[in-house]
């Protein structure tokens, strides 16, 4: 039997996806309607327009509303940005009773004093994430029935600073939705590409967006580390359109066009004629158009190596790295990642969900994923215990995951 229908909300520097769907029986989320509007008050993930946000969320809104049938009131919203940090905690409790195992009561003793680990006073925490337990020094998966004196739990915290936090709650309700709950963009999308055994081997997954770019990283099932990358789809379109001389619509057309990577020169390569700003007709080959393309993608790449042995996670990712989003469609562009970092690199299309073939696409993922991910929390709902007696909103949206 299907649940009642969901509402997610992928608020981009591009676009914006409202997505409604329904939990089926099995396992996958039906699609009701999709929306899709073109948003241009942001700009690397910072509202700068907050008018401009609110009309692009009405925008996406009414169109899945008329493609579902129905009136979408409250929704749930992925965030993410340079103001969403984390920071690790560690809480501990003693066991009463050697030959009493550790049941549900102890558990949430310890939730409950991870709970209590201090964030910046202008913090809003978005989820508290289980990272391990530790029974009487021994790592386990689960401590429920165990014997042991003391449990231990690492729990991560994400946090995001509340004054960017207020800016997307506003714009949200001026649309004339109410916030069911933020969820972290990079849990969202991995919850559309990234299996069980990715996850539980080690994996980065790199979401590349028009403005930024989402790093994450799973090992043995949790979120160990996220960041955003300062680079996205729009710096390859500025490049093509400074180097060409050309409009930023037209160099988005020749990028979507002609544009890939790790190509060897050809004696026949196609040229590509264009109108430059100035109205002149020019033309290029396609290899130059590449080697610019190339030479940005390669710049980002190389970031995000650095990023990872900044967080000293390289070498737990054994199932590599994974991209995707909108600027992860440029053809060969896991070759180029496999060439600059030495993982294995595959292309993320986003699974899980039937009812529209239009979401089985990279630009999706994210939605995709909040979707599946909020489908799959209601269905389990592990926090009933945790949120029976809430304070408000931030409480909606503070939630303890083992991840999926």
Not at 65 to 76: M, N, Q, S
Not at 215 to 232: K, M, T, Y
Not at 256 to 261: A, C, I, N, R
């Amino acid at each position: 039997m299907a649940g009642s229908p969901i509402v997610v909300l992928d608020i981009g520097a591009s676009k914006v996806v409202c997505l409604i769907g329904e939990a089926d029986t099995d396992s996958t989320v039906k699609i009701l309607g999709m929306g899709i509007s073109v948003c241009l008050g942001l700009r690397r993930s910072v509202i700068v327009d907050l008018p401009k946000v609110v009309d692009a969320i009405q925008e996406a809104v009414q169109e899945a509303e008329r493609a579902a049938g129905l009136k979408v009131t409250g929704a749930y919203v992925g965030v993410a940005g340079k103001d969403i940090t984390s920071c690790i905690s560690h809480s501990a409790v003693a066991i009463s009773g050697s030959g009493t195992p550790i049941d549900e009561e102890d558990v949430d003793r310890a939730l409950a004093a991870a709970e209590q680990a201090a964030v910046p006073a202008s913090a809003t925490v978005l989820h508290r994430f289980i990272q391990s337990y530790v029974v009487d020094g021994s790592q386990v998966q689960n401590p429920l029935l165990l014997h042991g004196s003391k449990l231990e739990i690492e729990t991560l915290s994400v946090i995001t600073d509340s004054h960017a936090h207020i800016t997307l709650q506003r714009a949200i309700e001026e649309a004339g939705i109410s916030i069911a709950g933020f969820v972290l963009e990079s849990i969202g999308t991995a919850a559309g590409v990234v299996s069980y055994d990715e996850r539980e081997m080690g994996v980065a997954l790199l979401d590349i967006g028009a403005g930024t770019s989402d790093l994450a990283v799973f090992h043995q099932g949790s979120l160990c580390c996220f960041e955003e990358i300062p680079f996205g789809g729009n710096d390859i379109t500025n490049d093509i359109s400074k180097v060409l001389n050309a409009s930023p619509r037209i160099a988005e057309e020749l990028k979507h066009q002609y544009g890939f990577v790790c190509t060897q020169d050809s004696p026949n390569d196609q040229l590509i004629s264009f109108a430059t700003t100035a109205g002149r007709s020019r033309s290029i080959s396609c290899q130059e158009l590449r080697a610019i393309i190339e030479a940005r993608q390669q710049e980002i790449l190389e970031f995000v190596g650095q990023t990872l042995e900044r967080h000293q996670v390289r070498h737990q990712l054994a199932a590599g790295l994974i991209l995707t989003g909108g600027g992860a469609l440029l053809e060969n562009l896991p070759i180029l990642g496999e060439e600059v970092l030495g993982l294995p690199v595959r292309l993320g299309i986003p699974a899980g969900t039937v009812g529209t073939d239009q979401v089985q696409d990279p630009r999706f993922t994210t939605a995709v994923g909040l979707l599946n991910f909020v489908a799959h929390e209601h269905a389990q709902d592990p926090f009933a215990a945790h949120s029976s007696q809430s304070k408000g909103f931030i409480d909606r949206i503070t939630r303890f995951l083992s991840f999926f």
